[in-house]
């Protein structure tokens, strides 16, 4: 098992309609393995290939909360009412952003052993299948955003963040995400201004031999 660089926003491979598996052997195995890997390690709660670079058809969900799957070939086969999502992506950190999804969602899909799998979710879970699924046709989840995004230091902030290494490393990813942003269009002048403050402090703590 390994874990896989995480593609980002502006990398073209995550706009790629991918291919679906044609068959399923021991090396779309290992790559399931290394999706839960990789996934676990940026404590995400779904993956799907395109964001490890890879233009197949399958996704790996896990909600923490008894739903845990890799789909290969996935299909939403009924979609049904309407609620909305604050959603994050692993491929654009640093922000969230509010997206309407159905409620309940049918899926069908294969298995890493190749069993037909069809299954029934809603709420959070109906959103994180949606999200996952839409990776494979080359839409990411701010294509969708109603709301405006949420700059992801406030809710850090408000959690009271304690290390100022993360807190450096955070606002860099922050820095990464607005960046992107931009080449879409989006800027706020002001949270640049906000991130080089605290890339300052950040800096200064550090300095100080924290
Ligand atoms: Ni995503």
Redesign the pocket.
Known sequence: MAIRNIRKNGDEILRVKCKPVREINDGVRRLVEDMFETMYAADGV?L?AP?IGIVRQIVVIDDREGGKFALINPVITKAEGEQESCEG????PGYRGTVKRPQKVAVEALDPDGNKLELEAESYLAVILC??ID?LSGI??KDKVKLSYIPEVLVYMSHGGTSTNSLGAYVESMLEGHRALKENGVHFAWFTDLCRVFRVLSQFVTARGE
Request: net charge negative; proline share 0%.
């Open positions: 779904g799907a964001q992506c692993l491929s654009l999200h996952e990776h990411l989840y």
